[in-house]
């Protein structure tokens, strides 16, 4: 529809002094919709906004404008969207938005926003979007945001939000989207009761202890779990195998503990699984192995422990396999050769390892970056000469950290390579060449 605005505000943005001239605005009375988006406008939002009685639908994003939302804006009765995502606004969000009983969509993220957010905002029972993320806003979630039973997307990642997480949001069955990472929250997870559409949680980078409640498995239809950088103890649930949708599961950098429990490999679409930094205990499944689509496994800096698993055959998609900082055992598995598409590392440093490199490592032609530091391997690392000859047209760099007891054949085949070797605190045969 028309924007009804008077031809003194420019549709580009770049004559801002009108825009922030009062007596040059002149939007028609009757405007439901007003949508100066992505247009470099500047300067602050005029007042004169709140005399549209009929104004539904206000998008300013991504512009350049500064200041407070004003006042007015919020007494706006038929308001539903207010977009102003992507400016520099600042100001605390005012009790009068918890009165627009027909807001639907409330976009504020990346701007300066700061206070607390309105503790009765839950009352409002037509929200169906509250994104707020990216900002400085402070003290605790509100209750009851979820009492419409109409919320699909809550995000509130990136401030400086203090408090457990209302137990609420675990039984709003309308959420589909759920953000709260890099805050300072604190108290267990909620249960999550039912939460069949909820499809995105990231809850990363908070303070949240206590355990992984085995009703997370209820939430069926989730795709995304980043639970990492918290303070869980507990093992990880075997209901986390109920999760038949999931493609990336995060928990590392918390304190886990237990085994893996092999129902995870009735994730069978996980893309990346990433467990590292825990007490992560027992052998490694075999069920893996039914985890084909995995493009990054990192299980790194655990108790993992007896041998590698030789499943590597099913694994034709992995990029990036990280077994460092664990204790396994025995030798490496040869089916390690086959993955010939990893690149971004391999990681096995810091276990018991034993025995030889196996031949079909040297054909990882794609790989950056080898660690086998720190294990007791023996044998040559002519084993390795094929890893540099993989040509890309450009100087690729091949960061190789070797282990004790092992002679340095590797010979001149780095015509595209720099080659880093990293040799902690021991001493080997110097039969190496290379060029660069």
Known sequence: ????????????????????????????????????????????IPSELGSLSNLEDLELYTNRLTGEIPISIWKIPALKYLLVYQNNLLGELPFEMTELHHLENVSLFSNHFSGAIPYSLGINSSLVQLELTNNSFSGEIPPNLCFGKRLRVLNMGVNLLQGSIPSDVGSCSSLKRLILKHNHLTGPLPDFVQNS???????????????????????????????????????????????????????????LLGPLPPEISNCYKLLKL????NSINGPIPLTIRNLTRLSNLILRENLFSEGIPDFFSAFSSLLELQLGGNILGGEIPPSIGLLQDLDIALNLSGNGLTGE?????????????????WNNLTGNLSELGALDTYDT?????????????????????VAHTHLYLYMPLQSYNDDIVSST
Request: net charge neutral; charged share 15%; aromatic share 4%.
């Open 274 to 277: 990433d467990l590292g930094f």
């Open 357 to 373: 490199i196996p031949s079909g490592m040297g054909t990882l032609r794609k790989l950056i970056r080898l660690d086998i530091s």
């Open 393 to 413: 047209g450009c100087t690729r760099i091949i960061s190789v950290s070797i282990a004790s007891g092992m002679s340095m054949g590797l010979y001149d085949a």
């Open 197 to 255: 559409n909820l499809s995105f949680m990231d809850i990363s980078g908070n303070n949240i202890n206590g355990t992984i409640p085995s009703s997370l498995g209820n939430c069926s239809n989730l795709e995304t779990i980043n639970l990492s950088m918290n303070n869980l103890t507990g093992p990880i649930p075997q209901q986390i195998g109920n999760l038949v949708n999931l493609k990336l599961l995060n928990l590392s950098h918390n304190n």
């Open 1 to 44: 529809m028309e924007l009804g605005v008077a031809p003194v505000i420019p549709s580009d943005g770049r004559n801002d002094k009108n825009w922030r001239n009062p007596d040059n605005f002149n939007p028609r009375r009757n405007t439901d919709e007003f949508k100066l988006k992505s247009n470099l406008l500047e300067g602050e």
